[in-house]
């Protein structure tokens, strides 16, 4: 990364928040349309046994964030670019944080199954353009489950409350239906632990009792998601973090015994995922710098 400004804590908790939004994954009203008269905790859940029978796929995500402190704004641009197959599990994933004068920094990173272990490859930006690799064997999932993108709708069709129906957009060329909800502030600390979030607070020294009182009073997330009319599979979701990253920002840093200086306002996180491609990645090629560079 090209280090331009000093932000040391404040730059610090901006990559934090990069992770724990990009970490980031029963519905009983009845739909008005909806396919063949469906109602909608129907829809959901064909939507989610269709995305569970996706063999490949590839989807976009994007997550832009504006915060101050004092004088100061930081703002990022996050944007990644994965393809996935399912079986045997091969994942590529090449990601861009743009943080304007503090800096920019490319990654790259890819996953290859072998029996049943994995192998995870990380390239990270020298600050040249070229990537530094290692390479990394790990013994299940947990390290790269978070870039599962069936993973994260299945956790979100299934968390979300309250749908409601609010008409039909084209994404990725073809119709889909939007429906607009909530996640609930219970569900919602749910859904941060699943993701690793809470892991990540937790690799910074706060307490258990702290991230007990951080999971408190964050109120409902609200989330949008598409459900494509030909083949109700879900190809996209959008979700405004601002006011639950507030909030646990907020109590981090109270945690931390940070001073005024220190004090962050987040004034805007959107996050979002589109799914393309479905059914159509063969396959994916490991580079072979990636191949043969150091174990981890």
Known sequence: MRNTRSWPRRAAAAILTLTMAAGLGACGDKADGGAAG?????????????????????YDMTMSMEMKANDETLKIATSGKVDQIVDPITMKLDMNVDMGEVGNMNTAMYVAQDGDKYMLYTGIDAGDGNLVWQKQEMADTSAFDQMDARESFDLYLSSAESFKENGTETVGGAEATRYDGTIS???????????????????LGITGDQLDTMLTDLGDLPISLWISKADQIPVKYEMD??????????KMMDSMGAGEDD?????????????SNINGVESIEIPAEALNAAAA
């Open 38 to 58: 469906q109602s909608i905790e129907d829809i959901m859940k064909t939507a989610q046994a269709n995305m569970a029978d996706v063999k490949s796929m590839s």
């Open 185 to 203: 502030e219970e569900d919602l600390a749910q859904v941060l632990e699943a993701s690793g979030v809470m892991d990540q607070f937790s690799s």
């Open 263 to 275: 004090k962050l306002d987040v004034a805007n996180v959107l996050v979002s995922m589109t799914v």
């Open 241 to 250: 973090m601002t006011a639950i990253m507030q909030s646990l920002m907020g």
